[in-house]
T-cell receptor, first 114, second 111 residues
C-alpha cells in the first residue's frame, strides 16, 4: 500500500512569489492534516480536513495560506505571496479514522523563500 | 495553549550505549506518542501510550506514560547506527485530532 506522498520534495522561491504544495493521502483515509516545521522548532499543526471539509484550521498562520481538498482526495496548500518566514518543511499526514487513529506522515516539502 | 518540552535537544553517543529522552508538559495529555524522523523522511510512529503508568516496548525501544499524565520518556537500549535521527514526542491537543509536538531530540550514534 502506498504511503502519503508529497510534491514537490523541495521548492526554492523568491519572496512575493506563489507556491503550491500537493499531498496525496493514503487511499481511503478521510482525515488529512497539514503541519509545518520551521528551522529548529517543533512541528506545528496547520489544519485538518475530514474528506473535503475543513474540520480545524486554527493553525493556519494568516490569509496568505490557502488549503483545499476538492473531492476529498488529494490536498493542496498554496502560499501567496510567500514571505521569508514561510520557509520550513511542510508535512502532510493522513489517518483512517478520528482522534485515536495513527497519523501517517509524508516525507515533507522543504520550502525555502529567498 | 498546551506545550511539550523535550530534552535533551541533542545527544552524541557511541554505538552500544543506552539512550534516554523525555518530554514534559504543564498540562495533562491522555495519549503520548513517540515519533522518529529519518533524514529526508517524515515522522514515523514508534510507540503510542494510552494509559497513565503504561510501559510499552517495541524492540529495543521502551516508553512510559507518566502517572501524572504530564510526562513521558523514551529509552533506546544498545543503540546502533540506524537509530540516528530526530525523535519527537507528541500528543493530541485536548478535544481535537491535531497533534502537538515537542521540539525534538537529535540523536547521533558513532559506530
Amino acid at each position: 500500500e502506498a504511503g502519503v506522498t508529497q510534491f514537490p520534495s523541495h521548492s526554492v522561491i523568491e519572496k512575493g512569489q506563489t507556491v503550491t504544495l500537493r499531498c496525496d493521502p493514503i487511499s481511503g483515509h478521510d482525515n488529512l492534516y497539514w503541519y509545518r516545521r520551521v528551522m529548529g522548532k517543533e512541528i506545528k499543526f496547520l489544519l485538518h480536513f475530514v474528506k473535503e471539509s475543513k474540520q480545524d484550521e486554527s493553525g493556519m498562520p494568516n490569509n496568505r495560506f490557502l488549503a483545499e481538498r476538492t473531492g476529498g482526495t488529494y490536498s493542496t496548500l498554496k502560499v501567496q505571496p510567500a514571505e521569508l518566514e514561510d520557509s520550513g518543511v511542510y508535512f502532510c499526514a493522513s489517518s483512517l479514522a478520528g482522534s485515536t487513529d495513527t497519523q501517517y506522515f509524508g516525507p515533507g516539502t522543504r520550502l525555502t523563500v529567498l | 495553549g498546551q506545550q511539550l518540552n523535550q530534552s535533551p535537544q541533542s545527544m552524541f553517543i557511541q554505538e552500544g550505549e543506552d539512550v534516554s529522552m523525555n518530554c514534559t508538559s504543564s498540562s495533562i495529555f491522555n495519549t503520548w506518542l513517540w515519533y522518529k524522523q529519518d533524514p529526508g523522511e517524515g515522522p514515523v510512529l514508534l510507540i503510542a501510550l494510552y494509559k497513565a503508568g503504561e510501559l510499552t516496548s517495541n524492540g529495543r525501544l521502551t516508553a512510559q506514560f507518566g502517572i501524572t499524565r504530564k510526562d513521558s520518556f523514551l529509552n533506546i537500549s544498545a543503540s546502533i547506527p540506524s537509530d540516528v535521527g530526530i525523535y519527537f514526542c507528541a500528543g493530541p491537543a485536548r478535544g481535537t485530532n491535531k497533534l502537538i509536538f515537542g521540539t525534538g531530540t537529535l540523536l547521533a550514534v558513532q559506530p
